[in-house]
C-alpha cells in the first residue's frame, strides 16, 4: 500500500464518512499519538490509534481508537486492517510483529529494519560506527554469566578509565536503563540485576560533555528530507526539562555537521517519518550521538507553535509520501518547557495566572493523570530574546507544577 496504491483502501475504511481519505494507525496511544491529532484534522487525514487503555491521552482525543497490545501479533494485525500506513508513538513494538505487518502488505514507517536501530543500542552503534558517523566508545558485554560480563566490563574499564557507563541494550527511556558506574562493586550490582533480569548491556565511555544537542529530520519513502533548526535541549535527573530551539552559541557549521548526521543516518538506515539524532558536545565544540528516535521527539515539541510545520504535520505527511512542510521557525527563538506533575491533583486551576501574565504563552496539556516527575504536559513560547524567552517557559512550568504560587 502507498499513498496512492493505498487509495483504495482508505476509501474503504473511511467511506463511511464520505471523506475517502487515507488512515494512519498508529500503534500506541500515548502524548505524541495525540499530538499527531490536530494536524491529521487539517490535512483531512483520519488516525487510528491502537490503546492499551480506553483513557490512554490520545484515545480521549482520537475517535477510531482499537484496545489491544503493541506485542500482541493477532491484536497489530487487527488493528491494521484498513489501514493505509501503520506508525508509532513508541519503538517498542517487537521487530517479529512488524515483519509480520510487512508480510500481510501492510505500509509500516519507520520499517522494521530502520526501527531496529533504534530499539537495540549496539546495533545502532555498530551500523553508525561503520557508516563513519561518530559515536562514543563502547563494547557489548559478554551475556553468558554474570562472571564472563563483569571479565568484559573491567577490560573495557582498564582501557578507558573509570566512572564508564552502563545502558541495557534494549529499552529505557527518561533516564531508565542507564547507570554510572563508579566503583566494581557497583559494577557487580548492576550486572548482578540485569543478567537475572535477562537485559543485556552495553559499557560506553563517560563523555564529557557540555551540553546535549537535538538534530531532528523528516524524511519520506521516496527521499526528500527536510532538516529543522538543531535546538540544545536542558536535562535534569536524566529527563528532558527545557529546548532551546535553535540552540544558542551553535555555530554554522557545527550546526550544519549535526544536520549532515541526521540526514546521513535517515538516509543510510532508510528511515520514512521524523528522526531525531540526539547528540553529546564536547568542550572543543566536537559531536557524537548518543540515542535516535524514530518518531516525533520530545526535543521537537516546540515546532507546534514554533514553526511553519510542526514535527507532527511532517511526521504525518513523511508516512504518506506526501510533499514535506517548510521547518522554517516563526521566530528567533522559541523556548519549550516539560511540565512534570508533582502532587497537585489539577493544574487547570494555574491556567488564570499563567495566561493573564503572559498572552504570548502556549500551553500543551496531555490528559494524563498527575503524579510527581510524569510529563503531563509542556509550554511555549516564541521571541527575540533566549532569557526572557527561558523566563517566561519555565516560570509558567513551574507554576503550573505547583513549584512557584506568584
Given at each position: 500500500?502507498?499513498?496512492?496504491?493505498?487509495?483504495?483502501?482508505?476509501?474503504?475504511?473511511?467511506?463511511?464518512?464520505?471523506?475517502?481519505?487515507?488512515?494512519?494507525?498508529?500503534?500506541?496511544?500515548?502524548?505524541?499519538?495525540?499530538?499527531?491529532?490536530?494536524?491529521?484534522?487539517?490535512?483531512?487525514?483520519?488516525?487510528?490509534?491502537?490503546?492499551?487503555?480506553?483513557?490512554?491521552?490520545?484515545?480521549?482525543?482520537?475517535?477510531?481508537?482499537?484496545?489491544?497490545?503493541?506485542?500482541?501479533?493477532?491484536?497489530?494485525?487487527?488493528?491494521?486492517?484498513?489501514?493505509?500506513?501503520?506508525?508509532?508513538?513508541?519503538?517498542?513494538?517487537?521487530?517479529?510483529?512488524?515483519?509480520?505487518?510487512?508480510?500481510?502488505?501492510?505500509?509500516?514507517?519507520?520499517?522494521?529494519?530502520?526501527?531496529?536501530?533504534?530499539?537495540d543500542k549496539a546495533v545502532m552503534r555498530e551500523q553508525l560506527g561503520a557508516l563513519g558517523v561518530p559515536v562514543p566508545r563502547w563494547t557489548r558485554l559478554d551475556a553468558a554469566s554474570v562472571d564472563a560480563a563483569m571479565h568484559t566490563a573491567a577490560q573495557f574499564a582498564r582501557e578507558t578509565g573509570w566512572p564508564f557507563i552502563l545502558k541495557a541494550i534494549r529499552g529505557g527511556y527518561d533516564g531508565k536503563?542507564?547507570?554510572?558506574?563508579?566503583?566494581?562493586?557497583?559494577?557487580?550490582?548492576?550486572?548482578?540485576?540485569?543478567?537475572?533480569?535477562?537485559?543485556?548491556?552495553?559499557?560506553?565511555?563517560?563523555?564529557?560533555?557540555?551540553?546535549?544537542?537535538?538534530?531532528?529530520?523528516?524524511?519520506?519513502?521516496?527521499?526528500?528530507?527536510?532538516?529543522?533548526?538543531?535546538?540544545?535541549?536542558?536535562?535534569r535527573d536524566g529527563v528532558c526539562r527545557e529546548v532551546y530551539a535553535p540552540a544558542p552559541g551553535l555555530g554554522a557549521d557545527r550546526s550544519a555537521q549535526a544536520q549532515r548526521i541526521a540526514l546521513t543516518v535517515a538516509r543510510e538506515l532508510d528511515v520514512t517519518g521524523m528522526l531525531a539524532v540526539e547528540l553529546f558536545q564536547t568542550a572543543d565544540g566536537a559531536l557524537s550521538v548518543n540515542e535516535l528516535a524514530m518518531r516525533p521527539h520530545n526535543s521537537g515539541h516546540w515546532s507546534i507553535d514554533g514553526a511553519v510545520t510542526s514535527q507532527f504535520e511532517n511526521h504525518l505527511r513523511a508516512v504518506l509520501d506526501l510533499p514535506l512542510g517548510a521547518p522554517t521557525p516563526h521566530a528567533p527563538v522559541a523556548v519549550m518547557a516539560n511540565v512534570l506533575g508533582l502532587d497537585l491533583p489539577d493544574v487547570y486551576p494555574a491556567?488564570?495566572?499563567?495566561?493573564?501574565?503572559?498572552?504570548?504563552?502556549?500551553?500543551?496539556?496531555?490528559?494524563?493523570?498527575?503524579?510527581?516527575?510524569?510529563?503531563?504536559?509542556?509550554?511555549?513560547?516564541?521571541?527575540?530574546?533566549?532569557?526572557?524567552?527561558?523566563?517566561?517557559?519555565?516560570?509558567?512550568?513551574a507554576y503550573l507544577r505547583g513549584e512557584i504560587d506568584e
Amino acid at each position: 500500500m502507498g499513498t496512492d496504491g493505498g487509495r483504495a483502501g482508505a476509501t474503504g475504511a473511511a467511506g463511511s464518512l464520505g471523506v475517502g481519505a487515507p488512515v494512519v494507525g498508529v500503534i500506541g496511544a500515548g502524548q505524541l499519538a495525540r499530538m499527531m491529532q490536530p494536524p491529521a484534522v487539517a490535512l483531512g487525514v483520519r488516525l487510528r490509534v491502537l490503546a492499551a487503555r480506553a483513557d490512554d491521552c490520545a484515545a480521549q482525543v482520537i475517535p477510531d481508537v482499537v484496545l489491544g497490545s503493541h506485542d500482541d501479533p493477532d491484536a497489530v494485525v487487527a488493528f491494521a486492517r484498513g489501514c493505509d500506513v501503520v506508525t508509532f508513538d513508541h519503538e517498542h513494538v517487537p521487530t517479529a510483529v512488524l515483519e509480520r505487518l510487512i508480510e500481510q502488505g501492510v505500509a509500516v514507517h519507520p520499517g522494521a529494519d530502520a526501527l531496529l536501530h533504534a530499539q537495540d543500542k549496539a546495533v545502532m552503534r555498530e551500523q553508525l560506527g561503520a557508516l563513519g558517523v561518530p559515536v562514543p566508545r563502547w563494547t557489548r558485554l559478554d551475556a553468558a554469566s554474570v562472571d564472563a560480563a563483569m571479565h568484559t566490563a573491567a577490560q573495557f574499564a582498564r582501557e578507558t578509565g573509570w566512572p564508564f557507563i552502563l545502558k541495557a541494550i534494549r529499552g529505557g527511556y527518561d533516564g531508565k536503563g542507564v547507570w554510572r558506574i563508579e566503583t566494581p562493586q557497583q559494577l557487580r550490582e548492576v550486572v548482578e540485576t540485569a543478567h537475572e533480569r535477562g537485559v543485556e548491556l552495553i559499557a560506553e565511555v563517560l563523555v564529557p560533555f557540555v551540553r546535549e544537542l537535538s538534530a531532528q529530520v523528516a524524511r519520506s519513502p521516496h527521499g526528500q528530507a527536510v532538516a529543522y533548526p538543531v535546538v540544545e535541549t536542558v536535562q535534569r535527573d536524566g529527563v528532558c526539562r527545557e529546548v532551546y530551539a535553535p540552540a544558542p552559541g551553535l555555530g554554522a557549521d557545527r550546526s550544519a555537521q549535526a544536520q549532515r548526521i541526521a540526514l546521513t543516518v535517515a538516509r543510510e538506515l532508510d528511515v520514512t517519518g521524523m528522526l531525531a539524532v540526539e547528540l553529546f558536545q564536547t568542550a572543543d565544540g566536537a559531536l557524537s550521538v548518543n540515542e535516535l528516535a524514530m518518531r516525533p521527539h520530545n526535543s521537537g515539541h516546540w515546532s507546534i507553535d514554533g514553526a511553519v510545520t510542526s514535527q507532527f504535520e511532517n511526521h504525518l505527511r513523511a508516512v504518506l509520501d506526501l510533499p514535506l512542510g517548510a521547518p522554517t521557525p516563526h521566530a528567533p527563538v522559541a523556548v519549550m518547557a516539560n511540565v512534570l506533575g508533582l502532587d497537585l491533583p489539577d493544574v487547570y486551576p494555574a491556567y488564570l495566572h499563567c495566561m493573564a501574565r503572559d498572552p504570548g504563552l502556549k500551553i500543551h496539556m496531555y490528559g494524563k493523570a498527575v503524579k510527581p516527575g510524569r510529563k503531563i504536559g509542556h509550554v511555549t513560547v516564541l521571541g527575540d530574546n533566549l532569557g526572557d524567552c527561558v523566563e517566561r517557559a519555565t516560570h509558567a512550568a513551574a507554576y503550573l507544577r505547583g513549584e512557584i504560587d506568584e
